[in-house]
């Protein structure tokens, strides 16, 4: 058996020492468990992350977007007469008279122009001995067929406004007592207390509720219709 030298050993022996020194400062790359790798962002994660807010603890809220809101007709958004024409059944005819008259519709409508609507109730127009939009002179000057074609529908529109004028008062207030002509009328009218109830002159027609007070006036439901021919 034959020994190495003592110089040799050594020489041996350091170069092993320095192999073994280049291994062990090689870099280690770990790779970590599966069940610790934390799975991929979903869409729905993406969203949340873009909504957090990095300045602050908790998510960042989105603007809020509230729905428009529809306010009355009218200057300043308050409530006029034509807003509140059509809530009662009980006047439901006269109110749809109102409509179909464009000057009036604009009056209820103004917000300058205060107005006492004194609307009759469904069953006194159903009473009347004559529709509002006819008038017996013209039956006596034209005969039966006075509304017919594009002149009589002409004929029947003017009486039918001069019946919604008879009832709107162009005042509100409209003390007890004062005399004031209704639009388009010739003829003074008030009104009076009676046993606590309010009684329109001359004709004692009895004003059955102040259905509406609204910023352009009130609406006074009577029981009977205006004599205003």
């Keep these: 058996m034959r020994f190495l030298s003592i110089p040799?050993?050594?020489?041996?022996l350091?170069?092993?020492?320095s192999v073994l020194s280049q291994v062990i400062v090689l870099p280690i790359h770990r790779v970590p468990p599966r069940h610790l790798t934390p799975p991929p962002l979903r869409p729905a994660d993406c969203d949340q992350v873009l909504l957090m807010d990095p300045a602050g603890p908790g998510p960042a809220m989105p603007p809020s977007d509230p729905s428009p809101v529809d306010l009355p007709s009218g200057s300043g958004g308050e409530v006029m007469l034509s807003d509140v024409m059509g809530r009662d059944r009980s006047i439901n005819l006269f109110a749809g008279f109102v409509r179909d008259i464009e000057s009036a519709s604009q009056r209820l409508d103004d917000s300058t122009q205060n107005t006492t609507v004194l609307a009759p109730l469904?069953?006194?127009i159903e009473k009347l001995p004559r529709k509002p939009w006819e008038d017996p002179r013209d039956y006596g000057s034209l005969g039966p067929n006075a509304y017919e074609g594009e002149d009589g529908q002409d004929r029947a529109q003017r009486n039918l406004q001069r019946f919604v004028e008879a009832h709107m008062v162009p005042e509100n207030p409209w003390p007890a007592g004062k005399k004031v002509k209704a639009i388009g009328d010739d003829q003074d009218i008030w009104w009076e207390n009676k046993d606590?109830?309010?009684?329109?002159?001359?004709?004692?027609v009895e004003v059955v509720s102040v259905a509406s007070t609204v910023a352009n006036g009130q609406v006074w439901i009577l029981k009977n219709a205006r004599n205003y021919a």
């Design 8 to 12: 040799v050993l050594a020489l041996t």
């Design 14 to 17: 350091s170069a092993a020492v």
């Design 196 to 204: 606590g109830i309010k009684v329109i002159q001359p004709g004692n």
């Design 122 to 124: 469904n069953s006194a």
